[in-house]
């Protein structure tokens, strides 16, 4: 064998090995990208969710962190509350647009059923579900969906 008939020889041997290899790391990388992005944006919304929880404790008044209303709350803690409900809402549409979908891997189902156990605790608060309807304007139907379905099992499985 000549210099390029084993340059020849190589080539095939880059294209039948190199090229099937190529294709598998530019693949797995991909997915693996992929997953850092899902679990960089499940990061971002926690530090908005904890952003809020550190509203709610800031506004400890409003008594939000009880299960049961306590007391009748005066106009400018109804105003506080319903403004803390709208953030609330909003951020939890924003974790349903971002994580949620029809057919998720196992990763995405346990990003989502995170934010669903979040849905589902302030659900079971009567106050939070009766301020729902209007908070709903405008939000993405799919959302509004999932929330009020959620909102009515809470409901339902209040004691």
């Given at each position: 064998m000549d210099g390029m008939q084993w340059l020849e020889a190589l080539s095939y041997l880059v294209t039948i090995i190199g090229l099937p290899l190529a294709i598998g790391v530019f693949i797995y990388d991909r997915r693996r990208d992929?997953?850092?992005?899902?679990?960089?944006?499940?990061?971002?919304l926690s530090d908005e969710y904890a952003d809020f929880m550190r509203l709610v404790i800031d506004n400890a008044d409003l008594h939000l962190l009880s299960p049961a209303t306590?007391?009748?709350?005066?106009?400018?803690?109804?105003?506080?509350?319903?403004?803390?409900?709208?953030?609330?809402?909003?951020l939890f549409e924003r974790a349903y647009v971002l994580v949620y979908e029809d057919h998720m891997s196992r990763q995405q189902q346990r990003l989502w059923q995170s934010w669903a156990d979040y849905m589902h605790e302030w659900c079971a608060r009567e106050d939070f579900r009766a301020a729902l309807p209007a908070l709903l304007h405008g939000e993405?139907?799919?959302f509004v969906a999932t929330i009020r379905r959620i909102a009515s099992e809470a409901n339902t499985a209040r004691p």
């Open positions: 992929q997953q850092n992005d899902e679990e960089e944006i499940f990061l971002r306590k007391g009748a709350l005066s106009e400018d803690q109804l105003e506080r509350k319903h403004a803390l409900f709208a953030i609330l809402v909003s993405d139907p799919g």
